[in-house]
Protein backbone atom coordinates (compact mmCIF):
# COMPACT_ATOMS: atom_id res chain seq x y z
CA UNK A 1 0.00 0.00 0.00
CA UNK A 2 1.51 3.42 -0.82
CA UNK A 3 1.79 5.84 2.27
CA UNK A 4 -0.50 8.45 2.09
CA UNK A 5 1.64 11.99 0.71
CA UNK A 6 1.98 14.79 3.06
CA UNK A 7 1.28 18.91 2.50
CA UNK A 8 5.25 18.80 3.20
CA UNK A 9 5.95 16.56 0.65
CA UNK A 10 3.87 18.50 -1.94
CA UNK A 11 5.49 21.86 -0.66
CA UNK A 12 8.84 20.16 -1.17
CA UNK A 13 8.11 19.01 -4.43
CA UNK A 14 7.11 22.28 -6.06
CA UNK A 15 9.39 23.89 -4.11
CA UNK A 16 6.47 25.93 -2.24
CA UNK A 17 5.74 26.66 1.37
CA UNK A 18 3.67 24.20 3.39
CA UNK A 19 1.28 27.34 4.06
CA UNK A 20 1.24 28.09 -0.17
CA UNK A 21 0.01 23.94 -0.31
CA UNK A 22 -2.56 24.59 2.89
CA UNK A 23 -3.92 27.84 1.06
CA UNK A 24 -4.17 26.85 -2.11
CA UNK A 25 -6.13 23.50 -1.44
CA UNK A 26 -8.74 25.30 0.55
CA UNK A 27 -8.48 28.07 -2.38
CA UNK A 28 -7.79 30.50 -0.63
CA UNK A 29 -7.98 34.23 -3.05
CA UNK A 30 -3.90 34.63 -1.67
CA UNK A 31 -2.43 32.35 -4.00
CA UNK A 32 -2.78 32.99 -7.36
CA UNK A 33 -5.22 31.21 -9.89
CA UNK A 34 -2.13 29.22 -11.32
CA UNK A 35 -0.14 28.50 -8.63
CA UNK A 36 -3.25 26.89 -6.98
CA UNK A 37 -3.61 24.62 -10.16
CA UNK A 38 -0.28 23.47 -9.93
CA UNK A 39 -0.78 21.90 -6.39
CA UNK A 40 -4.26 20.98 -6.97
CA UNK A 41 -3.42 19.01 -9.91
CA UNK A 42 -0.29 17.42 -7.89
CA UNK A 43 -2.45 16.46 -5.00
CA UNK A 44 -5.16 15.08 -7.00
CA UNK A 45 -2.79 12.96 -8.97
CA UNK A 46 -1.16 11.61 -5.76
CA UNK A 47 -4.70 10.82 -4.02
CA UNK A 48 -3.83 13.42 -1.41
CA UNK A 49 -6.37 13.39 1.97
CA UNK A 50 -6.10 15.88 4.94
CA UNK A 51 -5.06 14.43 8.05
CA UNK A 52 -8.50 14.74 9.79
CA UNK A 53 -7.54 14.32 13.50
CA UNK A 54 -4.61 17.08 13.13
CA UNK A 55 -7.41 19.54 11.53
CA UNK A 56 -9.13 18.56 14.38
CA UNK A 57 -6.34 19.08 17.45
CA UNK A 58 -6.05 22.18 15.48
CA UNK A 59 -9.39 23.26 15.52
CA UNK A 60 -9.86 22.15 18.98
CA UNK A 61 -13.89 20.08 17.81
CA UNK A 62 -13.86 17.08 16.43
CA UNK A 63 -17.69 16.92 15.86
CA UNK A 64 -17.98 13.41 16.74
CA UNK A 65 -19.11 11.11 19.14
CA UNK A 66 -17.57 8.03 20.87
CA UNK A 67 -20.27 5.26 21.97
CA UNK A 68 -19.16 2.47 23.71
CA UNK A 69 -21.87 0.28 24.45
CA UNK A 70 -21.44 -3.28 26.71
CA UNK A 71 -23.54 -5.42 23.79
CA UNK A 72 -25.39 -5.73 20.39
CA UNK A 73 -27.20 -8.78 21.28
CA UNK A 74 -29.48 -7.43 23.34
CA UNK A 75 -32.64 -5.24 21.44
CA UNK A 76 -32.24 -2.80 24.35
CA UNK A 77 -29.39 -1.15 23.30
CA UNK A 78 -29.76 -1.30 19.82
CA UNK A 79 -32.81 0.93 20.13
CA UNK A 80 -30.64 3.16 22.16
CA UNK A 81 -28.28 3.18 19.98
CA UNK A 82 -30.82 4.38 17.69
CA UNK A 83 -31.95 7.05 19.34
CA UNK A 84 -28.31 8.33 20.19
CA UNK A 85 -27.64 7.75 16.06
CA UNK A 86 -30.78 9.77 15.44
CA UNK A 87 -29.76 13.08 18.04
CA UNK A 88 -26.25 12.85 16.19
CA UNK A 89 -27.11 13.07 12.85
CA UNK A 90 -29.76 15.61 13.19
CA UNK A 91 -27.28 17.82 15.37
CA UNK A 92 -24.08 17.11 12.74
CA UNK A 93 -22.32 15.20 14.49
CA UNK A 94 -20.23 11.77 13.63
CA UNK A 95 -20.16 8.25 15.34
CA UNK A 96 -17.51 6.20 16.78
CA UNK A 97 -19.03 3.18 18.18
CA UNK A 98 -16.93 0.40 20.36
CA UNK A 99 -18.55 -3.12 21.69
CA UNK A 100 -16.99 -3.89 24.97
CA UNK A 101 -18.34 -7.32 24.90
CA UNK A 102 -18.93 -6.56 29.38
CA UNK A 103 -14.98 -6.56 29.39
CA UNK A 104 -13.17 -3.95 31.59
CA UNK A 105 -9.87 -4.23 29.58
CA UNK A 106 -11.36 -3.21 25.98
CA UNK A 107 -13.08 -0.66 27.63
CA UNK A 108 -9.93 0.59 28.86
CA UNK A 109 -8.08 0.15 25.69
CA UNK A 110 -10.79 1.80 23.66
CA UNK A 111 -11.14 4.90 26.17
CA UNK A 112 -7.25 5.39 25.83
CA UNK A 113 -7.19 5.05 22.17
CA UNK A 114 -10.45 7.67 22.21
CA UNK A 115 -8.15 10.51 24.23
CA UNK A 116 -5.76 11.89 21.51
CA UNK A 117 -8.42 14.05 20.05
CA UNK A 118 -10.07 11.98 17.85
CA UNK A 119 -13.72 12.36 19.68
CA UNK A 120 -15.55 15.42 21.89
CA UNK A 121 -16.74 13.43 24.14
CA UNK A 122 -17.59 9.75 25.16
CA UNK A 123 -21.29 7.90 25.71
CA UNK A 124 -21.06 5.29 27.74
CA UNK A 125 -23.12 1.93 29.49
CA UNK A 126 -20.14 0.25 31.54
CA UNK A 127 -19.04 -3.06 31.17
CA UNK A 128 -19.95 -6.07 34.01
CA UNK A 129 -16.47 -6.18 34.73
CA UNK A 130 -16.46 -2.45 34.97
CA UNK A 131 -19.53 -2.13 37.57
CA UNK A 132 -18.19 -5.76 39.43
CA UNK A 133 -15.00 -4.62 39.79
CA UNK A 134 -15.55 -0.87 40.51
CA UNK A 135 -12.74 0.08 38.52
CA UNK A 136 -13.54 3.72 37.43
CA UNK A 137 -10.21 5.13 36.29
CA UNK A 138 -10.05 4.97 33.18
CA UNK A 139 -13.56 7.46 32.85
CA UNK A 140 -11.97 10.02 35.21
CA UNK A 141 -8.61 10.22 32.48
CA UNK A 142 -11.03 10.52 29.49
CA UNK A 143 -13.09 13.69 31.39
CA UNK A 144 -9.73 15.83 32.58
CA UNK A 145 -7.89 14.75 28.60
CA UNK A 146 -10.03 14.19 26.17
CA UNK A 147 -13.72 16.01 26.76
CA UNK A 148 -17.50 15.02 28.80
CA UNK A 149 -18.74 11.58 29.55
CA UNK A 150 -22.69 11.39 29.93
CA UNK A 151 -23.60 7.24 31.05
CA UNK A 152 -26.46 5.58 30.69
CA UNK A 153 -27.86 2.46 32.14
CA UNK A 154 -24.91 1.17 33.78
CA UNK A 155 -23.51 4.01 35.48
CA UNK A 156 -20.72 4.54 38.21
CA UNK A 157 -21.50 6.59 41.39
CA UNK A 158 -17.39 7.35 41.52
CA UNK A 159 -17.70 9.95 38.43
CA UNK A 160 -19.24 12.82 38.42
CA UNK A 161 -20.79 13.58 35.31
CA UNK A 162 -24.00 13.36 33.52
CA UNK A 163 -26.00 9.97 33.87
CA UNK A 164 -29.44 8.75 32.53
CA UNK A 165 -30.78 5.64 34.05
CA UNK A 166 -33.58 4.13 34.33
CA UNK A 167 -36.04 3.60 37.43
CA UNK A 168 -35.05 0.26 38.20
CA UNK A 169 -36.41 -0.11 41.54
CA UNK A 170 -39.69 0.63 40.72
CA UNK A 171 -40.36 -0.82 37.50
CA UNK A 172 -39.83 -4.61 39.31
CA UNK A 173 -41.84 -3.85 41.84
CA UNK A 174 -44.40 -2.34 39.75
CA UNK A 175 -44.08 -5.87 37.76
CA UNK A 176 -43.92 -7.99 40.99
CA UNK A 177 -46.68 -6.49 42.08
CA UNK A 178 -49.22 -6.93 39.01
CA UNK A 179 -48.00 -10.13 39.10
CA UNK A 180 -49.44 -11.09 42.81
CA UNK A 181 -52.81 -8.95 41.73
CA UNK A 182 -53.37 -11.85 39.11
CA UNK A 183 -52.90 -14.20 41.56
CA UNK A 184 -49.39 -15.09 41.70
CA UNK A 185 -47.18 -16.26 44.59
CA UNK A 186 -44.32 -18.02 43.83
CA UNK A 187 -42.68 -15.46 41.65
CA UNK A 188 -38.96 -16.15 40.38
CA UNK A 189 -36.80 -13.96 38.83
CA UNK A 190 -34.33 -14.96 35.67
CA UNK A 191 -31.33 -12.92 34.26
CA UNK A 192 -27.58 -14.23 32.52
CA UNK A 193 -27.06 -10.48 34.22
CA UNK A 194 -25.35 -10.28 37.51
CA UNK A 195 -22.92 -7.97 39.73
CA UNK A 196 -25.09 -5.26 37.70
CA UNK A 197 -25.91 -2.63 40.20
CA UNK A 198 -29.39 -2.55 37.98
CA UNK A 199 -29.88 -5.74 38.92
CA UNK A 200 -29.44 -5.32 42.44
CA UNK A 201 -32.07 -2.46 42.55
CA UNK A 202 -34.43 -4.75 40.23
CA UNK A 203 -34.05 -7.17 42.99
CA UNK A 204 -34.97 -4.94 45.83
CA UNK A 205 -37.55 -3.80 44.35
CA UNK A 206 -39.06 -7.03 43.32
CA UNK A 207 -38.27 -8.10 47.04
CA UNK A 208 -39.93 -4.94 48.43
CA UNK A 209 -43.54 -5.61 46.67
CA UNK A 210 -43.32 -9.74 48.49
CA UNK A 211 -42.37 -7.86 51.55
CA UNK A 212 -45.37 -5.33 50.88
CA UNK A 213 -48.06 -8.22 50.07
CA UNK A 214 -47.10 -10.75 53.22
CA UNK A 215 -44.67 -13.54 50.52
CA UNK A 216 -42.34 -14.59 52.01
CA UNK A 217 -38.87 -14.51 50.07
CA UNK A 218 -37.52 -17.26 48.35
CA UNK A 219 -34.16 -16.86 47.19
CA UNK A 220 -34.08 -19.98 45.25
CA UNK A 221 -36.57 -18.37 43.00
CA UNK A 222 -33.78 -15.63 42.10
CA UNK A 223 -31.65 -17.21 39.24
CA UNK A 224 -28.46 -14.87 38.33
CA UNK A 225 -26.97 -17.40 35.60
CA UNK A 226 -23.51 -16.74 35.18
CA UNK A 227 -21.68 -17.15 31.42
CA UNK A 228 -19.90 -20.63 33.07
CA UNK A 229 -23.03 -22.33 33.48
CA UNK A 230 -25.39 -24.02 31.01
CA UNK A 231 -28.46 -21.76 30.71
CA UNK A 232 -30.99 -24.65 29.65
CA UNK A 233 -30.09 -27.03 32.77
CA UNK A 234 -30.49 -24.13 34.58
CA UNK A 235 -33.80 -23.14 33.93
CA UNK A 236 -35.23 -27.02 33.61
CA UNK A 237 -33.70 -27.08 37.35
CA UNK A 238 -35.87 -24.02 38.90
CA UNK A 239 -38.93 -25.51 36.99
CA UNK A 240 -38.34 -29.19 38.17
CA UNK A 241 -37.68 -28.49 41.52
CA UNK A 242 -39.14 -25.60 42.72
CA UNK A 243 -42.49 -24.06 42.78
CA UNK A 244 -43.43 -21.43 40.79
CA UNK A 245 -46.01 -19.82 39.04
CA UNK A 246 -44.71 -16.59 37.24
CA UNK A 247 -41.51 -15.86 36.06
CA UNK A 248 -39.37 -11.70 35.38
CA UNK A 249 -37.33 -11.80 32.62
CA UNK A 250 -34.44 -9.69 33.40
CA UNK A 251 -33.39 -9.08 29.92
CA UNK A 252 -35.11 -9.94 26.12
CA UNK A 253 -32.73 -13.41 26.04
CA UNK A 254 -33.56 -14.91 29.55
CA UNK A 255 -37.25 -14.25 29.31
CA UNK A 256 -37.45 -15.77 25.51
CA UNK A 257 -35.56 -18.86 25.95
CA UNK A 258 -36.87 -19.51 29.60
CA UNK A 259 -40.44 -19.45 28.31
CA UNK A 260 -39.34 -21.64 25.29
CA UNK A 261 -37.73 -24.35 27.99
CA UNK A 262 -41.16 -24.12 30.21
CA UNK A 263 -43.36 -24.63 27.04
CA UNK A 264 -41.16 -27.89 25.82
CA UNK A 265 -42.04 -29.39 29.61
CA UNK A 266 -45.84 -28.81 29.31
CA UNK A 267 -46.38 -25.60 31.39
CA UNK A 268 -49.57 -23.55 29.96
CA UNK A 269 -48.83 -19.64 29.61
CA UNK A 270 -50.13 -17.74 31.24
CA UNK A 271 -52.47 -20.43 33.06
CA UNK A 272 -50.09 -22.33 35.02
CA UNK A 273 -46.99 -19.83 34.26
CA UNK A 274 -46.47 -16.05 33.51
CA UNK A 275 -44.15 -14.04 32.01
CA UNK A 276 -43.05 -10.50 32.61
CA UNK A 277 -39.76 -9.32 30.26
CA UNK A 278 -37.68 -6.25 29.99
CA UNK A 279 -37.45 -4.22 27.38
CA UNK A 280 -39.94 -3.50 24.89
CA UNK A 281 -38.42 -5.72 22.03
CA UNK A 282 -39.50 -6.63 18.97
CA UNK A 283 -39.53 -10.63 19.56
CA UNK A 284 -42.32 -10.57 22.32
CA UNK A 285 -44.58 -9.12 20.11
CA UNK A 286 -44.88 -12.38 17.91
CA UNK A 287 -43.71 -15.13 19.75
CA UNK A 288 -46.71 -16.98 21.22
CA UNK A 289 -48.40 -15.78 23.62
CA UNK A 290 -47.03 -12.17 23.32
CA UNK A 291 -45.19 -11.27 26.17
CA UNK A 292 -46.26 -8.86 28.77
CA UNK A 293 -43.43 -6.65 28.94
CA UNK A 294 -41.54 -3.22 30.91
CA UNK A 295 -41.29 -0.24 28.47
CA UNK A 296 -37.90 1.27 29.54
CA UNK A 297 -38.02 3.87 26.70
CA UNK A 298 -34.86 2.72 25.12
CA UNK A 299 -35.05 5.27 21.84
CA UNK A 300 -35.50 8.43 24.42
CA UNK A 301 -32.76 7.16 26.51
CA UNK A 302 -30.24 7.39 23.65
CA UNK A 303 -31.84 10.52 22.51
CA UNK A 304 -31.85 12.06 25.84
CA UNK A 305 -27.94 11.18 26.55
CA UNK A 306 -27.16 12.36 23.35
CA UNK A 307 -28.65 15.65 23.54
CA UNK A 308 -26.46 16.08 27.06
CA UNK A 309 -23.49 15.23 26.15
CA UNK A 310 -23.61 17.70 22.82
CA UNK A 311 -24.54 20.80 25.27
CA UNK A 312 -21.59 19.71 27.34
CA UNK A 313 -19.01 19.86 23.94
CA UNK A 314 -20.88 22.92 23.07
CA UNK A 315 -20.35 24.52 26.69
CA UNK A 316 -24.47 25.36 26.58
CA UNK A 317 -23.97 24.07 29.97
CA UNK A 318 -20.89 25.15 31.54
CA UNK A 319 -22.28 24.52 35.08
CA UNK A 320 -19.80 21.24 36.19
CA UNK A 321 -21.27 21.37 39.59
CA UNK A 322 -25.26 21.31 38.14
CA UNK A 323 -24.33 17.82 36.61
CA UNK A 324 -27.52 15.74 36.05
CA UNK A 325 -29.12 12.39 36.78
CA UNK A 326 -32.07 12.33 34.97
CA UNK A 327 -34.54 9.12 35.67
CA UNK A 328 -36.24 7.69 33.46
CA UNK A 329 -39.63 6.27 34.62
CA UNK A 330 -41.22 3.06 32.85
CA UNK A 331 -44.57 1.42 32.24
CA UNK A 332 -45.90 -1.95 31.90
CA UNK A 333 -47.26 -3.00 28.05
CA UNK A 334 -50.30 -5.95 29.04
CA UNK A 335 -49.64 -8.76 26.60
CA UNK A 336 -51.39 -12.08 26.78
CA UNK A 337 -48.38 -14.16 28.87
CA UNK A 338 -49.49 -12.54 31.99
CA UNK A 339 -53.54 -13.05 33.25
CA UNK A 340 -56.21 -10.73 33.15
CA UNK A 341 -56.72 -8.91 36.65
Do not use: W
Not at 23 to 44: G, N, R
Not at 74 to 80: A, G
Amino acid sequence: MKRKITLKQIAETLNVSIATVSKALKDSHEISVKTKAIIKKYAAEHNYRPNTVALNLLNRQTKTIAVILPTFHNNFFVKIFNGIEETANKKGYKLIVIISNGELKKEVESIAMLENGTVDGLLISLSEESQSQQYSQHLQSFIDIAGPIVMFDRVSDAITCDKIIIDDFNCAYNATVHLIKTGCKNIAIVSVLHDLGIVKDRISGYKKALEDHNIPINDKLIKLIKKEYDFETEIKTLLDYTTIDAIIGLEEFSTIETMVIAQSRGYKIPEELSFVGYTNGNLYKYVTPSVTCINQHANYIGKKATEKLIARIEEKETDTTAFETKVIKTNLIYRNSTRKL
